[in-house]
């Protein structure tokens, strides 16, 4: 198609060598100042990476504002008491939606602006990038990622404060047919639908193998791409399946059209969300009366600590998001490691992330009040929690221990 | 001697001499090795996109069956990545002469949209097959000790020095390519593929050969960033954004066809990126992003044939008189 | 039952489709660029749309038409800084041109607009008409109608005109056109304004049942550039064609293949037709 190109010999290698070496230095130039300014003593580094732009920007900005929040608490109230005050600085970094990229600014938090830890960096698959950067280099990772292959390969330096994904899969069920058999209605007959991501199908597994040992049968089972134009096809098939209740796992668009479709053909059965767009203030403002009464499951939840979260609803003017609540846990649950080590030393905050119970601070917001971590880095307290849409509030209903209003069950 | 390949032979020597002043785990060593994994990536897409001329925009295909291959028998077979790679190049090459057929008679926009769909449909492919790909969840390389065999290594260094010499290859087989007979048949091709087959060229074969190359190249590749990364999903290996648009972004930017390009192309844009990411996305979501891509489009306004090509006018210009 | 519900909905959807790709066609027609950054404007149109519903409290499909004059401008602008600059550049580097574009105004909207998901919430959008067993969504049925109102439009205008024929002409030789008297830049400004304004009007109107959010755009890329390439680049029949097309294969395949696979399937199918028929579904060789 183009004639105008070049079709000359390989003679002319030699001048743009030059060329390029000359850009190479120059790039290799720059951040050696950078490192200069960093390498100063002070304040504590910590790395934060999130996707603060592409597809998942909205939930990367949440996380932030989260950790901001927390930082701002923590540096208030006198920094870190055991390094003499010693202020939080967070140097933040975008990891936009490709994991390489996260692996990428990891690696430039670790050697440039010496961080001794890292929070990040919300999706799946750009936490475990960049747990593959972290563990080489022995720095901590806190993250709210919720894949099972966070903390299934063995890693020393990785750490989830939330229960896995194929755990909230397993509560999404029981707990649903918990809710179902108060209200009088034995759940035989599930629907599930689930983007085809990390999250979705991880998600989806959990579901499908609870329902298998408890006896469920899975009328509908159907993925969809990422970023579906078009979910009619998705309902037609739900409206000949004949069930009881729907799980669908998505963010939040294909969220909003899945509703919107269901009740546009009258398909009235209880939508149990899993996470994701569900359970964020933008679902609500999008559905208006139509989001009253959707269940989801939820790794953590604003009213379990509304002492701890209501700043953020002050400042942002809405509740405060499970991913910002549980970065917020991120940050408070590193500062008390630091605090119970006494030095701001990645092995030493490794060692005491995986000794101590940590009760204090954000920490309270999670289920039992605490975090504690086992070998492989799982936080064994974190339940996943069953939250409702009740009037304008996203409101916890399950398990009854955590309930903060009781379950509406519309069969 | 000629001056290119004493200069080629300079570049090589400080490649290989500048991680030694470099912390070997840290980020500068990790940017200059992406930076010449993605030459490396944009010189194997020259070889059809630069010299056959079909602009492929669906090179990530190749790439992702490369990274998939070695990684699917390392977990399940613990066979080396080593093998893996051949076995993926080979699969790469085979897919090559496969998605050949039906674009073999497509020009410009057709080519690159029909190449596009390819990428796509191995992207779908991926996605949609967990028990083999592990699916959207990705896949991971098994944690291992430092070992050649089994190309792992703690440290950035060896995978610089890898990155380097796949460069060097693939560039050496670019500029033997252009050379030789197969790239003045090519050249014919792309010049005027009609008088190409009136003059016995057959046009077919040649742009299926180039295209072989080129997936199988590519899908190398693909193991050599699957070993780097450890872990890796469909959408970063089979991605239209991250990896079939970028390579050829790379090679245009730089300039297109020529050896020189796609790796002038690389060792702009690559820290480019960094460079607007290190400064800008702490503060405003979204700003590094605006800057780069406005920095790109000042690039093809200024340059729209690619960095190289005001260099070649010059160089050019200086043969012509010292001929004189 | 099931089928003939499959088919309505594709092609009710496809319409939609048709409406957002024709503009990408026509800008392909006139000045032979193919342009990535086309869904970005798709994702401008929507922003506009939304906050003529936020602020003026507008129906979005009443918005679009606003949606579509804003856009129009800011397309007309575009070409004249940007675009115009590279009509004689390689072809690879005016693609690239574009996905330079594409980054910039979808970061721009990021800054501008926010990460949020907006929607617009109106009394139609959970409602649908019920003929016998078959539902037919409300949003989807105004969507389709807006898509064919413009459809209607865009042919007036492209073969009633003076404007549509100087168009045209400048589409098949710029030079022979100039030395008419047709002013060819002005007709290439107008052709990219109109085009990435439709793609916009067609943003505006899906708004009842889509989110709008800065990188919404990826969503349509790939698929709008599916819908004019089945139907043939550059004709804006083939645009319509293309449109229905994708909207009943992904409305049909989900009968028979998991919705997962549906972009497969419409993908070998574009593959194919690409192979046997380079020209697309409509028109002849070009």
Same mark, same amino acid.
């Given at each position: 198609?183009?004639?105008?190109?070049?079709?000359?010999?390989?003679?002319?290698?030699?001048?743009?060598?030059?060329?390029?070496?000359?850009?190479?230095?120059?790039?290799?130039?720059?951040?050696?100042?950078?490192?200069?300014?960093?390498?100063?003593?002070?304040?504590?580094?910590?790395?934060?990476?999130?996707?603060?732009?592409?597809?998942?920007?909205?939930?990367?900005?949440?996380?932030?504002?989260?950790?901001?929040?927390?930082?701002?608490?923590?540096?208030?109230?006198?920094?870190?008491?055991?390094?003499?005050?010693?202020?939080?600085?967070?140097?933040?970094?975008?990891?936009?939606?490709?994991?390489?990229?996260?692996?990428?600014?990891?690696?430039?938090?670790?050697?440039?602006?010496?961080?001794?830890?890292?929070?990040?960096?919300?999706?799946?698959?750009?936490?475990?990038?960049?747990?593959?950067?972290?563990?080489?280099?022995?720095?901590?990772?806190?993250?709210?990622?919720?894949?099972?292959?966070?903390?299934?390969?063995?890693?020393?330096?990785?750490?989830?404060?939330?229960?896995?994904?194929?755990?909230?899969?397993?509560?999404?069920?029981?707990?649903?047919?918990?809710?179902?058999?108060?209200?009088?209605?034995?759940?035989?007959?599930?629907?599930?639908?689930?983007?085809?991501?990390?999250?979705?199908?991880?998600?989806?597994?959990?579901?499908?193998?609870?329902?298998?040992?408890?006896?469920?049968?899975?009328?509908?089972?159907?993925?969809?791409?990422?970023?579906?134009?078009?979910?009619?096809?998705?309902?037609?098939?739900?409206?000949?399946?004949?069930?009881?209740?729907?799980?669908?796992?998505?963010?939040?668009?294909?969220?909003?059209?899945?509703?919107?479709?269901?009740?546009?053909?009258?398909?009235?059965?209880?939508?149990?969300?899993?996470?994701?767009?569900?359970?964020?203030?933008?679902?609500?403002?999008?559905?208006?009366?139509?989001?009253?009464?959707?269940?989801?499951?939820?790794?953590?939840?604003?009213?379990?600590?509304?002492?701890?979260?209501?700043?953020?609803?002050?400042?942002?003017?809405?509740?405060?998001?499970?991913?910002?609540?549980?970065?917020?846990?991120?940050?408070?649950?590193?500062?008390?490691?630091?605090?119970?080590?006494?030095?701001?030393?990645?092995?030493?905050?490794?060692?005491?992330?995986?000794?101590?119970?940590?009760?204090?601070?954000?920490?309270?917001?999670?289920?039992?009040?605490?975090?504690?971590?086992?070998?492989?880095?799982?936080?064994?307290?974190?339940?996943?929690?069953?939250?409702?849409?009740?009037?304008?509030?996203?409101?916890?209903?399950?398990?009854?221990?955590?309930?903060?209003?009781?379950?509406?069950?519309?069969? | 001697?000629?001056?290119?390949?004493?200069?080629?032979?300079?570049?090589?020597?400080?490649?290989?001499?500048?991680?030694?002043?470099?912390?070997?785990?840290?980020?500068?060593?990790?940017?200059?090795?992406?930076?010449?994994?993605?030459?490396?990536?944009?010189?194997?897409?020259?070889?059809?996109?630069?010299?056959?001329?079909?602009?492929?925009?669906?090179?990530?295909?190749?790439?992702?069956?490369?990274?998939?291959?070695?990684?699917?028998?390392?977990?399940?077979?613990?066979?080396?990545?080593?093998?893996?790679?051949?076995?993926?190049?080979?699969?790469?090459?085979?897919?090559?002469?496969?998605?050949?057929?039906?674009?073999?008679?497509?020009?410009?926009?057709?080519?690159?949209?029909?190449?596009?769909?390819?990428?796509?449909?191995?992207?779908?492919?991926?996605?949609?097959?967990?028990?083999?790909?592990?699916?959207?969840?990705?896949?991971?390389?098994?944690?291992?000790?430092?070992?050649?065999?089994?190309?792992?290594?703690?440290?950035?260094?060896?995978?610089?020095?890898?990155?380097?010499?796949?460069?060097?290859?693939?560039?050496?087989?670019?500029?033997?390519?252009?050379?030789?007979?197969?790239?003045?048949?090519?050249?014919?091709?792309?010049?005027?593929?009609?008088?190409?087959?009136?003059?016995?060229?057959?046009?077919?074969?040649?742009?299926?050969?180039?295209?072989?190359?080129?997936?199988?190249?590519?899908?190398?590749?693909?193991?050599?960033?699957?070993?780097?990364?450890?872990?890796?999903?469909?959408?970063?290996?089979?991605?239209?954004?991250?990896?079939?648009?970028?390579?050829?972004?790379?090679?245009?930017?730089?300039?297109?066809?020529?050896?020189?390009?796609?790796?002038?192309?690389?060792?702009?844009?690559?820290?480019?990126?960094?460079?607007?990411?290190?400064?800008?996305?702490?503060?405003?979501?979204?700003?590094?992003?605006?800057?780069?891509?406005?920095?790109?489009?000042?690039?093809?306004?200024?340059?729209?044939?690619?960095?190289?090509?005001?260099?070649?006018?010059?160089?050019?210009?200086?043969?012509?008189?010292?001929?004189? | 039952?099931?089928?003939?519900?499959?088919?309505?909905?594709?092609?009710?959807?496809?319409?939609?489709?048709?409406?957002?790709?024709?503009?990408?066609?026509?800008?392909?027609?006139?000045?032979?660029?193919?342009?990535?950054?086309?869904?970005?404007?798709?994702?401008?149109?929507?922003?506009?749309?939304?906050?003529?519903?936020?602020?003026?409290?507008?129906?979005?499909?009443?918005?679009?038409?606003?949606?579509?004059?804003?856009?129009?401008?800011?397309?007309?602008?575009?070409?004249?800084?940007?675009?115009?600059?590279?009509?004689?550049?390689?072809?690879?580097?005016?693609?690239?041109?574009?996905?330079?574009?594409?980054?910039?105004?979808?970061?721009?909207?990021?800054?501008?607009?926010?990460?949020?998901?907006?929607?617009?919430?109106? &009394?139609? /959008?959970?409602?649908? +008409?019920? =003929?016998?067993?078959? *539902? !037919?969504? %409300?949003?989807? #049925?105004?969507?389709?109608?807006?898509?064919?109102?413009?459809?209607?439009?865009?042919?007036?205008?492209?073969?009633?005109?003076?404007?549509?024929?100087?168009?045209?002409?400048?589409?098949?030789?710029?030079?022979?056109?100039?030395?008419?008297?047709?002013?060819?830049?002005?007709?290439?400004?107008?052709?990219?304004?109109?085009?990435?304004?439709?793609?916009?009007?067609?943003?505006?109107?899906?708004?009842?049942?889509?989110?709008?959010?800065?990188?919404?755009?990826?969503?349509?890329?790939?698929?709008?550039?599916?819908?004019?390439?089945?139907?043939?680049?550059?004709?804006?029949?083939?645009?319509?064609?293309?449109?229905?097309?994708?909207?009943?294969?992904?409305?049909?395949?989900?009968?028979?293949? &998991?919705? /997962?696979?549906?972009? +497969?399937? =419409?993908?070998?199918? *574009? !593959?194919? %037709?690409?192979? #046997?028929?380079?020209?697309?579904?409509?028109?002849?060789?070009?």
């Amino acid at each position: 198609m183009d004639k105008r190109s070049d079709h000359r010999g390989p003679r002319l290698l030699r001048p743009t060598r030059r060329a390029a070496l000359q850009l190479g230095g120059a790039a290799v130039a720059m951040p050696f100042i950078a490192r200069l300014a960093y390498a100063q003593k002070g304040p504590v580094n910590v790395g934060v990476v999130l996707p603060l732009s592409g597809a998942n920007a909205q939930f990367g900005v949440n996380s932030l504002r989260g950790i901001e929040l927390a930082a701002e608490q923590i540096n208030k109230a006198g920094g870190i008491k055991a390094l003499g005050g010693a202020p939080i600085n967070l140097v933040v970094a975008d990891s936009t939606s490709t994991p390489t990229t996260a692996a990428t600014v990891g690696q430039r938090l670790i050697t440039q602006n010496s961080v001794v830890a890292i929070l990040g960096a919300y999706a799946s698959s750009l936490s475990i990038a960049l747990s593959e950067v972290t563990e080489r280099r022995d720095i901590p990772l806190l993250t709210m990622s919720f894949s099972d292959q966070i903390t299934s390969r063995g890693f020393k330096n990785i750490f989830q404060v939330v229960a896995k994904a194929s755990t909230l899969g397993r509560a999404q069920l029981t707990e649903t047919a918990e809710i179902a058999k108060d209200a009088g209605q034995t759940l035989q007959r599930v629907a599930i639908m689930y983007e085809d991501t990390a999250y979705g199908t991880s998600q989806a597994a959990g579901i499908r193998e609870t329902a298998k040992q408890t006896g469920i049968t899975i009328v509908m089972d159907e993925a969809y791409p990422l970023g579906i134009t078009d979910v009619t096809p998705l309902i037609n098939k739900l409206r000949g399946a004949d069930a009881q209740a729907v799980f669908p796992a998505s963010y939040l668009n294909d969220g909003l059209q899945i509703i919107r479709s269901m009740r546009q053909q009258r398909i009235g059965i209880p939508v149990i969300g899993g996470a994701g767009g569900y359970i964020i203030p933008d679902f609500k403002q999008g559905l208006g009366e139509f989001a009253e009464g959707v269940l989801s499951i939820a790794p953590g939840s604003h009213d379990l600590a509304p002492e701890l979260t209501a700043e953020f609803r002050q400042r942002h003017g809405y509740f405060m998001t499970h991913e910002a609540l549980e970065h917020a846990v991120c940050l408070s649950v590193l500062v008390q490691a630091i605090e119970t080590s006494g030095k701001a030393d990645p092995a030493a905050i490794r060692d005491t992330l995986h000794t101590t119970r940590f009760d204090q601070g954000w920490a309270k917001a999670m289920t039992g009040g605490a975090v504690k971590f086992d070998q492989t880095g799982l936080n064994t307290l974190s339940e996943p929690l069953m939250v409702q849409w009740q009037g304008d509030d996203l409101v916890t209903v399950g398990p009854s221990k955590y309930a903060k209003k009781k379950p509406i069950w519309t069969a | 001697m000629r001056p290119s390949l004493v200069l080629a032979a300079v570049a090589l020597t400080v490649a290989a001499l500048l991680p030694l002043t470099l912390d070997p785990a840290g980020y500068l060593i990790r940017v200059l090795t992406v930076t010449l994994l993605f030459a490396a990536m944009s010189q194997a897409w020259n070889i059809v996109g630069g010299l056959a001329n079909q602009m492929s925009l669906g090179h990530a295909a190749f790439f992702g069956i490369g990274a998939y291959t070695s990684t699917i028998l390392l977990v399940n077979y613990g066979l080396s990545p080593w093998i893996g790679m051949l076995a993926g190049a080979a699969l790469g090459a085979a897919f090559a002469a496969l998605v050949s057929v039906p674009t073999m008679g497509l020009r410009g926009h057709y080519f690159a949209l029909a190449t596009l769909a390819f990428g796509e449909v191995m992207r779908v492919i991926a996605n949609s097959w967990p028990s083999l790909t592990g699916g959207p969840a990705g896949i991971s390389v098994p944690f291992a000790p430092d070992s050649l065999l089994m190309l792992q290594f703690k440290s950035t260094l060896p995978y610089y020095y890898l990155m380097l010499a796949a460069l060097v290859l693939v560039t050496a087989v670019f500029v033997v390519t252009k050379a030789g007979a197969l790239g003045y048949r090519l050249r014919a091709v792309k010049e005027n593929p009609d008088a190409a087959e009136v003059v016995g060229v057959d046009t077919a074969r040649v742009k299926t050969i180039a295209a072989v190359m080129s997936g199988g190249i590519m899908a190398a590749l693909g193991t050599a960033y699957a070993q780097f990364t450890f872990f890796f999903d469909p959408e970063t290996v089979f991605g239209l954004g991250p990896i079939s648009i970028r390579v050829a972004l790379i090679a245009i930017l730089g300039g297109i066809g020529t050896a020189a390009g796609p790796i002038v192309g690389a060792f702009v844009i690559i820290p480019l990126e960094e460079l607007a990411n290190s400064w800008l996305s702490a503060g405003t979501a979204g700003l590094s992003q605006l800057v780069y891509g406005i920095l790109l489009m000042l690039i093809i306004l200024v340059q729209p044939r690619g960095l190289v090509a005001p260099v070649e006018a010059l160089a050019a210009r200086w043969r012509t008189r010292r001929a004189r | 039952m099931v089928v003939i519900q499959a088919l309505v909905d594709g092609i009710l959807i496809g319409g939609v489709y048709a409406v957002v790709s024709i503009g990408l066609t026509l800008v392909f027609g006139v000045m032979g660029i193919v342009n990535f950054a086309q869904a970005e404007f798709l994702m401008l149109g929507m922003f506009v749309g939304y906050l003529a519903w936020a602020w003026l409290g507008l129906d979005p499909l009443i918005g679009s038409v606003i949606a579509f004059a804003v856009v129009f401008a800011l397309g007309c602008v575009v070409q004249h800084t940007l675009i115009r600059r590279v009509l004689r550049a390689p072809p690879v580097a005016q693609i690239f041109l574009t996905v330079g574009l594409l980054i910039v105004i979808e970061n721009a909207a990021l800054l501008g607009f926010g990460s949020q998901f907006r929607s617009v919430t109106t &009394p139609y /959008q959970t409602s649908a +008409l019920r =003929l016998g067993d078959l *539902f !037919i969504s %409300v949003p989807y #049925l105004a969507a389709f109608l807006m898509s064919v109102v413009s459809g209607l439009a865009l042919w007036l205008f492209m073969n009633r005109s003076w404007y549509g024929r100087a168009m045209r002409a400048t589409a098949q030789d710029g030079m022979a056109a100039s030395l008419m008297g047709i002013d060819a830049d002005r007709m290439r400004r107008i052709a990219f304004g109109l085009g990435v304004g439709l793609t916009a009007f067609g943003g505006a109107v899906i708004l009842p049942y889509f989110t709008v959010h800065p990188t919404v755009g990826a969503q349509f890329v790939v698929l709008m550039f599916t819908v004019v390439v089945l139907g043939g680049l550059g004709s804006v029949a083939g645009a319509i064609v293309g449109g229905q097309a994708v909207g009943i294969i992904q409305s049909l395949s989900a009968m028979a293949f &998991p919705v /997962q696979l549906q972009n +497969l399937v =419409l993908f070998l199918v *574009f !593959i194919t %037709v690409l192979a #046997l028929r380079p020209q697309g579904l409509v028109g002849g060789a070009r």
